[in-house]
């Protein structure tokens, strides 16, 4: 159960990761530079629903590892920042 709290924050940082480097990469140029909003709001949502995800997979490895205050709040901030899904796997691994 401990193993698979970790695999499943691991899973779920790696599709919101991808999901907002999309929204910023590709779906914002595409909202801005030829004006197709639809982009945004579809990958938005996708993105939405997998941040909801990723909170959740951080209450849960906390509730099971008891993870420090200080390690919750840098797997939050880490969903905020591009390509910080993927660092916090990184340091989850070692």
């Known amino acids: 159960m401990l193993k698979r ?3 499943t924050l691991r899973y779920v940082g790696w599709a919101e990761g991808i999901s907002f480097l999309i929204l910023l990469g590709i779906a914002m140029p595409l909202k801005y530079a030829l ?3 639809q982009a945004v709001m ?3 949502m996708a993105h939405g629903f997998l941040f909801v995800l ?3 997979s951080i209450a849960w490895v906390t ?3 008891r993870w420090s205050v200080w390690r919750v ?3 939050f901030i880490a969903a ?3 390509f910080g899904p993927f660092i916090l796997e990184r340091r989850i691994l070692k």
């Open 5 to 7: 709290s970790l695999n």
């Open 35 to 37: 004006n197709l909003p």
């Open 42 to 44: 579809f990958v938005g």
């Open 54 to 56: 990723y909170l959740l």
């Open 63 to 65: 509730l099971l590892h």
């Open 73 to 75: 709040l840098g797997a």
């Open 80 to 82: 905020f920042i591009p």
